[in-house]
């Protein structure tokens, strides 16, 4: 099947995260490799910039807590004793940050806030939680879209970020797909889409 | 009852299906149909995700500033130096109010960093008049002794060019001007082998931008 290019401007990308685990791009962040750590961000980047966001923060406001999350985990890259768990760890620590800047915002600033176990989540309100709950399936969702072979990718592109929207059926020319075909990319890329959709919204 | 293939029912999340189509479907959904409605519900879904996901993204300069912010095993200047990257500990931004204290004029922002026993203090203003934005800084070599560290080379980086330099003085004070605080980093030459590195990120400036 020849794959011709997206004829439409891309306003968002699908997304592309790295293929390595935290437990590797923390470990070669630790022997000074740059590029893991860029990886690192890339990764992350929309994770943590989501939470402050639904926190209902500017995005001025949000890049600050970004930024803070960001350095934070640069100077605590040694100290980070389980690599697997760092989306949960991020989370935590960017939800504690944004609670700590809306009651700076308030005008109340509780006398525990610095001694606030930042990992924590007794501490936390239920806003924050449901933040939480709802970031992290997103981010079940940008793994899954990122995972998918790169023509899969390539039709979830035009299929749903490519703006303005395009039907169906001009995606499947452009792509040499018929419409209605039970094929390789019907079968594979929208089936696997489509599960981790379902177990996105479970 | 007729039922409606995932093709569709993606082009009516897009908002793409064809108006009698869409009616069609739309009545579908009404009439109860528990199996489409899933299947609507899960393009709906990833439409509505794909057009967040344009909002979600960081600004590119604060990621580009960020991924600079990691101490590269490739030394950024000639000769080898070991690079290492200041923490901050402290940000006037975030310090509380005190009590009974309603509000206050925010005048700059002021920064406190740490590398190893090193601290440093700056000052991030703007001058209106000027247009240019002044970062006042001070060197101490450690917090017990309060010693302010003198002759140190200060240098204003974006990216691998210099913008500006200075040295500190007696007292370890020094002070640098710029007309732009687009991806900024500072460089303070602490020891013969060894450069500390603080990158000021747009972001930082804004109390400053804002009085």
Redesign the interface.
């Given at each position: 099947v020849a794959l011709t290019l997206s004829k439409h401007p891309r306003?968002?990308s699908?997304?592309t995260l790295p293929r390595r685990s935290d437990e590797e791009l923390v470990c070669e962040?630790l022997?000074?490799?740059?590029e893991a750590?860029?990886e690192l961000?890339?990764k992350y980047?929309?994770l943590?910039?989501?939470v402050p966001?639904k926190y209902g923060f500017s995005?001025?406001e949000?890049?600050?807590v970004?930024?803070?999350v960001?350095?934070g985990l640069?100077?605590e890259l040694k100290s980070i004793r389980e690599p697997r768990a760092l989306a949960k760890w991020l989370l935590m620590v960017t939800a504690h940050k944004c609670v700590?800047?809306r009651k700076?915002d308030q005008?109340f600033?509780s006398l525990d806030?610095e001694t606030t176990e930042f990992t924590a989540t007794e501490s936390l309100p239920p806003e924050a939680l449901e933040i939480i709950a709802q970031a992290e399936k997103?981010q079940l969702?940008?793994e899954a879209i990122s995972s998918l072979p790169s023509r899969c990718r390539q039709l979830v592109q035009m299929?749903?970020?490519d703006e303005p929207?395009?039907?169906?059926?001009e995606v499947?020319d452009s792509l040499g797909i018929a419409?209605?075909s039970i094929g390789f990319i019907?079968q594979r890329c929208?089936g696997r889409?489509?599960k981790a959709?379902?177990n996105?919204?479970a | 009852m007729q039922h409606y293939g995932l093709e569709e029912w993606i082009d009516l999340s897009r908002g793409v299906a064809a108006e009698g189509l869409r009616n069609a479907m739309q009545e579908h959904l009404r009439s109860g149909c528990d199996e489409c409605a899933r299947e609507y519900a899960t393009w709906a879904t990833m439409a509505e995700f794909a057009t967040a996901e344009s909002r979600l993204s960081p600004p590119a300069d604060l990621i580009r500033s960020l991924k600079a912010a990691f101490p590269s095993d490739e030394p950024v200047r000639s000769g080898g130096r070991i690079r290492e990257m200041a923490q901050l500990v402290f940000d006037s931004m975030y310090a509380p109010q005190m009590a009974g204290v309603r509000g206050t004029q925010m005048t700059g922002r002021q920064l406190l960093y740490r590398a190893g026993p090193i601290v440093i203090d700056m000052r991030l203003e703007s001058d209106d008049d000027s247009g240019r934005y002044s970062l006042t800084g001070q060197v101490i070599g450690s917090e017990k002794d309060a010693q302010g560290m003198s002759d140190l080379h200060v240098h204003l980086l974006r990216g691998q060019s210099e913008l500006a330099n200075t040295q500190t003085n007696s007292f370890g004070e020094f002070y640098l001007e710029y007309d732009s605080v687009r991806d900024l980093q500072v460089a303070l030459e602490v020891s013969p082998v060894k450069d500390v590195y603080i990158p000021l990120e747009g972001t930082l400036w804004r109390p400053a931008l804002e009085e």
């Open positions: 306003e968002t699908v997304p962040c022997k000074g490799k740059s750590w860029s961000i890339d980047k929309n943590i910039f989501s966001l995005r001025e949000a890049a600050d970004f930024q803070d960001c350095l640069l100077s700590r800047r700076r005008r600033v806030a997103e969702l940008r299929l749903f970020f929207p395009i039907p169906y059926r499947a419409t209605g019907r929208l889409l489509k959709l379902i996105s919204r | -």
